[in-house]
């Protein structure tokens, strides 16, 4: 289970922290992303994290803003937002990566976050 926090109203430029805690001794075992869903669009990927933290993976569109960590030690995921663009508004997702295969493709991913809303005003 991900328990997530963080979200809230921003102007555009601004920053935001989300954050992903997650419940289970085998934390540190997956590979963890964030998704977004935008109303009316489907979910898609933003970042990933190998589960020792050592590999990341971003979507073009985040590259160069959006910052992906973790802190096995106390089960939890972050991620780090800067430059937000109004097009960033969405509902984030974190979740583990459950599955062999890509860490951008959803379908590879379970124990889906409750989603916290990031909503970036022009």
């Known amino acids: 289970v991900q328990l997530q926090s963080g979200g809230g109203l921003v102007q555009a430029g601004g920053s935001l922290r989300l954050s992903c805690e997650a419940s289970?001794?085998?934390?540190?075992?997956?590979?963890m992303g964030w998704f977004r869903q935008a109303p009316g669009k489907e979910r898609e990927f933003v970042a990933a994290?190998?589960?020792?933290?050592?590999?990341?993976n971003y979507a073009d569109s985040v590259k160069g803003r959006f910052t992906i960590s973790r802190d096995n030690a106390n089960n939890m995921v972050y991620l780090q937002m800067n430059s937000l663009k109004p097009e960033d508004t969405a509902v984030y997702h974190c979740a583990a990566m459950i599955r062999v295969g890509d860490s951008g493709d959803r379908r590879s991913y379970g124990y889906w976050g409750q989603g916290t809303e990031v909503t970036v005003s022009s």
């Open positions: 994290i190998s589960w020792s933290g050592g590999r990341t």
């Open positions: 289970g001794r085998t934390f540190s075992r997956y590979s």
